[in-house]
């Protein structure tokens, strides 16, 4: 079935390093986001990629960084710059401008200790 | 810039009865609109995406009402079960040029046994 795969499940970060989160999609879908999802604050849009070796800042773009080296990849990184990382981390594609609907990941909970 | 209010934010019903989510959202010239369902701790599950030239749109027994003029959808949930219970999502997806995908804060269903 096609779909988009998040990994790992849950990731715990201690203070100053780097975590890179997976985001893998099957659907041959053009375009992929990042959201950042906080209690009670909805969903915030960090980086979208529209086409491959190309991607875009969304909302809180600040202390992340993403590459876009293959078309089913769009890999997450937060940075030490980062100071409050803790939060659900959703990935999303869909198939790119239009009537073509978004399809979410089941996300990855990243937890500083 | 669009912005998305979903009303109510919180909502608890007994099982078996008729229910409506309302969405509202400022930009009108959308292409469609799409209603999400959250598991606790889960990524996002598509129910439904209305095209800007429907109306409505069915799924057993979710219907989705589109209204671009007014700015409103609204989710209907017929004979609601346990299992509905979640929390539904509204968003509709940019236009070209803007790829910001702009979510509510949703609504939080409980369903009584």
């Known amino acids: 079935d096609g779909g988009i795969t998040q990994s790992p499940k849950y990731l715990f970060r201690k203070e100053g390093q780097n975590v890179t989160l997976s985001c893998e999609q099957n659907?041959?879908?053009?375009?992929m986001y990042w959201y950042r999802q906080d209690p009670g604050q909805g969903l915030r849009l960090i980086y979208y990629s529209q086409i491959v070796n190309d991607f875009q800042k969304g909302d809180i773009a600040e202390g992340y960084s993403v590459s876009r080296e293959k078309k089913e990849s769009f890999p997450l990184t937060v940075t030490s710059a980062q100071k409050n990382p803790t939060a659900f981390y959703l990935c999303?594609?869909?198939?790119?401008?239009?009537?073509?609907?978004?399809?979410f990941g089941s996300g990855t909970r990243l937890t500083v200790v | 810039k669009q912005e998305v209010t979903q009303i109510p934010a919180a909502l608890s019903v007994p099982e078996g009865e008729n229910l409506v989510l309302n969405c509202s959202f400022t930009?009108?010239?959308?292409?469609?609109l799409q209603w999400f369902r959250q598991d606790p701790g889960k990524g996002l599950t598509s129910l439904l995406l209305i095209q800007s030239s429907q109306r409505e749109q069915t799924s057993g027994r979710l219907n989705a009402s589109l209204d671009k003029s007014s700015g409103r959808s609204t989710l209907y949930i017929a004979a609601s079960q346990p299992g509905d219970s979640a929390t539904y999502l509204c968003a509709p997806p940019p236009n070209f040029g803007n790829e910001k995908l702009t979510f509510g804060t949703g609504t939080r269903l409980t369903i009584i046994p």
């Open positions: 930009d009108s010239a959308i292409y469609n």
């Open positions: 999303a594609s869909r198939i790119g401008r239009g009537v073509q609907g978004y399809t």
């Open positions: 659907l041959n879908h053009d375009a």
